[in-house]
């Protein structure tokens, strides 16, 4: 649980610098390109890390369903934020874009500290 509020405040302060760097007018794409791969990896940690510790044999499992689900949110909260919200989105992909890729290879290197732990 400890990781999932250092994800967030990493990605809320970065997302706080990279919006002052783009400036105001393309603050909200930088924050919302963040959102939906924040929610999305920290939700996805705090599930894998509970299951994992009560159960290992279910992993598999929730990691397929979960797979799906992010699938279908990812692709109707991409289109909702360029068609419905209108965002410019250039900015906005390359934010959701970074937080994406970034946020999951801290979740990637979790697991592997996760699941290297029951090793030892």
């Given at each position: 649980?400890?990781?999932?509020?250092?994800?967030?405040?990493?990605a809320v302060a970065s997302?706080v610098i990279?919006?002052?760097i783009?400036?105001r007018?393309?603050?909200?794409?930088?924050?919302l390109?963040?959102?939906?791969p924040?929610?999305?990896a920290?939700?996805?940690?705090?599930?894998?890390?509970?299951i994992?510790t009560?159960?290992?044999?279910?992993?598999?499992?929730l990691?397929i369903g979960?797979f799906?689900?992010?699938?279908?949110?990812f692709?109707?909260?991409?289109?909702?934020?360029?068609?419905?919200?209108?965002?410019?989105?250039?900015p906005f992909?390359?934010?959701f874009?970074?937080?994406f890729?970034?946020?999951?290879?801290?979740e990637?290197?979790l697991?592997r500290r996760?699941?290297?732990?029951?090793g030892?």
């Amino acid at each position: 649980m400890k990781a999932a509020g250092w994800m967030t405040a990493a990605a809320v302060a970065s997302a706080v610098i990279a919006a002052s760097i783009a400036g105001r007018q393309n603050a909200a794409e930088v924050v919302l390109g963040m959102l939906a791969p924040l929610a999305a990896a920290t939700v996805s940690w705090v599930l894998t890390e509970r299951i994992y510790t009560r159960d290992p044999a279910r992993l598999t499992g929730l990691m397929i369903g979960a797979f799906g689900a992010k699938m279908l949110f990812f692709g109707a909260y991409v289109a909702a934020m360029l068609k419905v919200v209108g965002l410019h989105p250039t900015p906005f992909v390359v934010s959701f874009t970074s937080y994406f890729i970034a946020l999951y290879v801290i979740e990637a290197v979790l697991m592997r500290r996760l699941f290297g732990a029951e090793g030892r």
